[in-house]
């Protein structure tokens, strides 16, 4: 597909947008629902992962194939081993089976699951033969991608014995794993967390419940920055809730220091341009609970002229592209400056902003929909836009709702 090519945007943002629930939320949600049938889903994210996390939970096929979808390749994974009577093949895209699953599949085995490797070792596709976990006890260590640990913990509760996870070193993404508890907490799953260790009761059947699912924060992140680059905007984002279970919340925060203050209604969110800017201030964050917003903190940092120094962003390297270089490939291309180490970024203040550019996405939605506010300083192009429907399919439609 060709660029898509943004004029410079001369209005101030405003109007108000209702964004899909949150995809990791469905996503763990979907896997539940399976276990407990009489768990109800409202504002389930129509995301391209979460559909496709949905068609693959109720496949009948023997080789399910999931593309770029990464949460839907762990969670699937603890999911079919437990799956009894199921024999699978699970794949996915080239990028995919160069993204690894050792860890998980390590911690699997040890609970006694089957599972093979059919090309390379460590990494999918994987054949899976469902059968019942009757050991309870397994290690990890504490700074993998969180999406291993809640793959382990989502299907806990089913296990004969339940389950103790036990941590090695220090847990790096707290909020996902917190998220993934709690939701298990409001279906009356019954567990511990201990400083290094986790322990989840076995719970074969659960009461009729219904879950609203919340509105993505990660997707909200867009809009912050528009509103940032946007003197006098504002704009209105649905639903969110002051106490959210996902980590991207922060933005909130983090955006006040980047002219943006965050009003709480009931079920929605109004975000307004201050104008209450110190643009010399270095913005100096940890990012290691929420490295999805580290794309749109720095290029809305870039588009403001700003220094950003980014750290905790070790697990970038191996989401949909190495997100670190690939920012640091699409910022210099329009003037920046970006040092890049494994787990950190440095962006340089800068004063101009090349025109025309042609943004590379990478096959990654957040790079398509981070780069798009600076719209609002020049006319860009960016390369693959129907990237985005990983997240949210009606992104373009959005943007263009509050931007024209």
Same mark, same amino acid.
Not at 95 to 101: F, G, L, Q, S, V
Not at 129 to 150: A, L, P
Not at 250 to 271: P, W
Not at 380 to 398: A, M, Q, R
């Given at each position: ?160 014995? &339940? $389950? ?12 996902? +794993? %917190?998220? #993934?508890?709690? /939701?298990? =907490? ?116 870039? &588009? $403001? ?12 390297? +191996? %989401?949909? #592209?190495?997100? /670190?270089? =690939? ?78």
């Amino acid at each position: 597909m060709e660029s898509l090519k943004i004029n410079k945007i001369n209005k101030t943002v405003s109007g108000s947008i209702k964004i899909t629930g949150s995809k990791s939320e469905s996503n763990r949600l979907l896997v539940l629902q399976q276990f407990y049938p009489n768990l109800k889903i409202e504002n389930v994210s129509n995301s391209d992962d979460s559909v496709l996390m949905k068609k693959a939970l109720t496949s009948s096929k023997n080789e399910i194939n999931i593309g770029h979808a990464g949460t839907a390749m762990r969670f699937l994974t603890a999911y079919f081993s437990v799956k009894e009577n199921s024999k699978i093949v699970l794949t996915g895209s080239h990028r995919m089976k160069n993204r690894p699953i050792k860890i998980l599949v390590d911690a699997l085995r040890e609970l006694g699951a089957k599972i093979g490797y059919l090309e390379k070792d460590g990494f999918p596709p994987l054949s899976i033969e469902g059968k019942k976990f009757t050991k309870n006890f397994v290690e990890i260590d504490g700074n993998v991608s969180s999406q291993y640990i809640s793959a382990l913990l989502l299907i806990a509760p089913t296990l004969k014995n &339940g $389950l103790q996870l036990k941590f090695k070193g220090k847990i790096t993404s707290v909020p996902y +794993i %917190k998220m #993934t508890l709690t /939701l298990l =907490a409001e279906l009356g799953v019954e567990l511990v967390w201990d400083d290094d260790s986790i322990s989840i009761q076995p719970k074969p059947i659960i009461e009729d419940k219904t879950v609203v699912v919340e509105s993505d924060w990660s997707s909200a992140s867009y809009y912050y920055s528009l509103c940032a680059l946007s003197p006098n905007s504002e704009i209105k984002l649905s639903s969110y809730r002051k106490t959210s279970l996902q980590g991207d919340a922060v933005l909130a925060s983090i955006y006040k220091d980047l002219g943006v203050e965050t009003r709480f209604n009931e079920r929605s969110v109004i975000l307004k341009n201050t104008g209450n800017l110190n643009v010399s201030k270095l913005i100096d964050l940890n990012l290691i609970g929420a490295p999805d917003i580290a794309q749109t903190i720095a290029v809305t940092c870039f &588009g $403001l002229g700003m220094e950003c120094y980014l750290t905790g962003l070790h697990t970038l390297k +191996i %989401k949909e #592209t190495d997100r /670190l270089v =690939a920012l640091k490939n699409e910022i210099e291309k329009l003037g920046g400056e970006v040092h890049i180490t494994n787990e950190t970024l440095h962006l340089q203040p800068s004063i101009k902003i090349n025109e025309n550019v042609n943004i590379a996405t990478y096959d990654d939605h957040r790079m398509a929909m981070a780069f798009a506010p600076l719209a609002l300083k020049v006319p860009i192009k960016i390369g693959e836009p129907n990237v985005v429907s990983k997240s949210y399919p009606t992104f373009w439609k959005d943007f263009k709702k509050i931007t024209t």
